[in-house]
């Protein structure tokens, strides 16, 4: 048998298994480039607006609003309930981070900025009026005024409206007392801590606590937005 013959398969074979190998190199890249992309679109199709939920590990805090600082975007929450929790995320499974606690104030006050960090996901300046009803565009921010017609939105018991009652009220809570909020007339519940209240597309502050309930009625008390803005250098938009 001639060298030449015997070499020429054994040639064959080799190229056929680099080809196959390459092959096999290039699927699984173009299959992980596929998962990266499914899983940035997935990250693209979600929106953060006030009324929505964040969560963090042993937190979930309701949006009162988004606020800008140039071209960094933060999310305006309840300093009460961001308390202790760091890392913030759009899902209760924690998959989908969207930023970090950038500052608390509680007791005092009870507010709390989320620093955006997530650019893959969307942060709309308006708020949503829940499942089915659209959302309203929050354009600026400004202090409450007795007789001022405003609503709010609330996780558990949706979109309310009335007037505003008093301002400058002081609230004891179990963990400290906070100073400056106001009450309107609009009744809540448990589980609607940190949803907006608004008078049109003005934003005026958050809930932060209530009395009574939405079946025999009562009060809520809000954090206004304007001196929660001051205090970190932040506008709606």
């Known amino acids: 048998m001639s060298p030449t013959r015997s070499e020429r398969p054994l040639r064959t074979v080799v190229r056929a298994v680099v080809v196959l190998v390459l092959l096999l190199g290039w699927s699984a890249a173009a299959g992980s480039a ?4 499914e899983r940035a679109g997935r990250q693209a199709a979600v929106s953060v607006r006030g009324g929505d939920t964040l969560y963090s590990t042993g ?16 999310a305006l929450v309840s300093g009460r309930c961001a308390q202790g929790a760091r890392t913030w995320y ?6 989908v981070a969207v930023g970090v606690t950038a500052g608390v104030s509680f007791p005092g006050n009870d507010y709390a900025s989320i620093r955006y960090t997530n650019t893959a996901v ?10 089915g009803a659209g959302t309203r565009d929050i354009t600026h921010a400004a202090h409450p005024v007795v007789g001022q017609s405003i609503c709010h939105v609330g996780r558990t018991t949706g979109y309310r409206c009335g007037t505003v009652q008093a301002v400058n009220v002081t609230v004891n809570y179990g963990g400290g007392t906070v100073y400056g909020l106001f009450r309107s007339t609009i009744c809540s519940e448990p589980g609607d801590t940190g949803g ?3 008078s049109g597309g003005t934003a005026v502050g958050i809930i932060v606590a209530g009395s009574g ?20 250098g932040l506008s709606v938009y």
């Open 90 to 95: 759009a899902d209760a499974a924690l998959t």
């Open 59 to 74: 937190a979930r805090c309701t949006v009162g609003f988004n606020a800008r600082s140039g071209s960094t975007l933060y």
């Open 196 to 198: 907006p209240a608004f």
């Open 122 to 131: 969307a942060y709309p300046g308006e708020v949503s009026l829940g499942a």
């Open 213 to 232: 309930n939405c079946s025999s009625g009562g009060a809520t008390y809000y954090q206004p937005v304007t001196e929660w803005l001051s205090a970190y």
């Open 34 to 37: 596929a998962h990266a992309g």
